[in-house]
């Protein structure tokens, strides 16, 4: 339910970052918005469930990529995410772009509107705060300030932006903004009220949109043209918060973690008596200060180690030092120029109507894993480069193949021929569950010429 007298406020959920730093778990086509790493809920589902106690899902928009736009509909239909409150970026260029566009998009449903923008991947505790905060910073935007909520640090941090303020009251005025100092400024901000610069905040969309045609006049035509592949990347921070005079910081009291890294993540786990972050998984013997994460294929035994990040997942492991986990992202460079897919997505890839994972795969094949669940079906569709054989593991499939009905029990296998039109359908009550090998030129899975969807993709 809204909050009372703010009919006017909307909702802006950013998500279209790859979460790279926190690759192996987090991918470039399933992101750590899109992952339950606290609690039974998704970072992006408990940020939707937050906003829903402020604001009505018919005025939540988010802002996000091609890529997670399926997942996210399927994670939040539940919740009440309005399909067509999705909006897809053209390209990622970063948060000013992807503000710009999801600012005029609401001002041009509501020219009285405030928008209340969060990221997809904050953790913050207990909601009742956050809405605390955002009454008091909601007639600091009616009044056409830029309002952000400022965060007391609990220690000097390099992975933030800080808040330099220079008054203390209700609401901050705002000196400057550092983007993420080195320590030994960390601490000197720390020491003269400074403040962490949490990403969130509160603002007409009328004033916003001033203020980007104002400073970033590129981003504001090409929001205003569709151009948005001529754009260089820009964050709102650069771009508006460094040089607007109207900013203003509300310190708020909830408690927040931008979940950004493996040591960010480490801090906020629970931790056994040698300062150790384990799962189930995980056999150890002298080892302080660690995370380890063990798959759940296999297991992971670690000895004497200290001060390490330990990821092990289906296809790939992650070794580390805590201070060195921002070098990630360079790996992923070497990665993606050495054709490696385990910095793109994970071997199991999840769809509306359940999910395949890779077992195998070379230059002319591909075998999969595909997992159709109970009375759903895929899409009606053909492959123009590719033929498919199917094998039947559990379950019952039935199989449309052209204009041909069959029905498949366990060891039974049919043939999919190029351009030949076919639909898998689980009609049953348990989990389907098929081998398939794919054999051809070329087996990327944007080879699918879609005839009928349900999901309308």
């Known amino acids: ?32 918005q899109l992952l339950k790493l606290f609690g039974n809920k998704t970072l992006i589902q408990q940020t939707f469930s937050r906003l829903k106690k402020i604001i009505p899902p018919e005025k939540i928009y988010i802002v996000t990529n091609q890529s997670f736009e399926e ?11 309005i399909r067509e409150n999705i909006l897809v970026e053209p390209a990622q260029r970063n948060t000013a772009p992807a503000i710009a566009l999801a600012s005029k998009k609401i001002f041009n449903k509501d020219k009285s509107a405030i928008i209340l923008t969060c990221p997809a991947d904050h953790l913050i505790k207990p909601d009742k705060e ?35 303020i220079n008054s203390k009251n209700k609401v901050y005025k705002v ?35 001033q203020e980007i045609r104002k400073n970033i006049p590129e981003v504001y035509k090409a929001v205003k043209s569709q151009s948005y592949l001529s754009l260089q990347p820009i964050s709102i921070d650069k771009g508006i918060l460094e040089h607007s005079k109207k900013i203003r910081a509300i310190p708020a009291n909830f408690q927040w973690q931008d979940i950004g890294s493996w040591k960010s993540l480490y801090q906020l786990l629970p931790k056994d008596s040698a300062q150790n972050v384990l799962n189930e998984k995980v056999l150890e013997s002298g080892c302080q200060n660690c995370l380890i994460y063990g798959s759940q294929k ?7 180690l200290e001060d390490l990040i330990v990821v092990d997942t289906e296809d790939a492991v992650l070794v580390s030092h805590k201070e060195k986990t921002h070098e990630i992202k360079a790996l992923l460079e070497k990665m993606k120029k ?14 509306p109507w359940g999910s395949f994972t890779v077992i195998e795969e070379r230059k002319n094949f591909k075998v999969k894993k595909v997992v159709v669940k109970p009375k759903e079906k895929l899409s009606l569709q053909f492959h123009k480069q590719r033929s498919e054989h199917w094998v039947v593991l559990k379950g019952l499939a039935k199989v449309e193949l052209n204009d041909k009905i069959f029905y498949l029990k366990p060891h039974q296998s049919i043939d999919v021929p190029v351009e030949v039109k076919h639909r898998l359908i689980n009609p049953g009550r348990e989990n389907l569950e098929i081998i398939e090998i794919q054999s051809g030129d070329y087996l990327g899975e944007d080879d699918i010429i879609r005839i009928e969807d349900k999901y309308a993709r």
Do not use: C
């Open 130 to 164: 956050f809405i605390r905060a955002v009454k008091i910073a909601f007639p600091v935007a009616q009044n056409n300030f830029l309002v952000t909520f400022g965060i007391t640090p609990t220690h000097p941090s390099s992975e933030y932006g800080y808040i330099k």
């Open 298 to 304: 296999r297991i992971v035994a670690a000895i004497g």
């Open 71 to 81: 997942d996210i509909y399927l994670q939040l239909k539940g919740l009440g995410m």
């Open 1 to 32: 339910m809204a909050l009372s007298g703010f009919k006017n406020l909307y909702g802006v959920i950013l998500a279209g970052g790859s979460g790279t730093r926190l690759w192996p778990i987090s991918r470039e086509l399933y992101p750590k």
């Open 175 to 209: 000196e400057k903004f550092i983007e993420k100092p080195d320590k030994e400024e960390a601490e000197d901000l720390i020491k003269k009220g400074g403040l962490w610069n949490s990403g969130i905040f509160i603002w007409k969309a009328k004033i916003i949109l």
């Open 338 to 351: 050495n054709n490696f897919p385990q910095y793109l997505q994970h071997p199991t890839t999840y769809r």
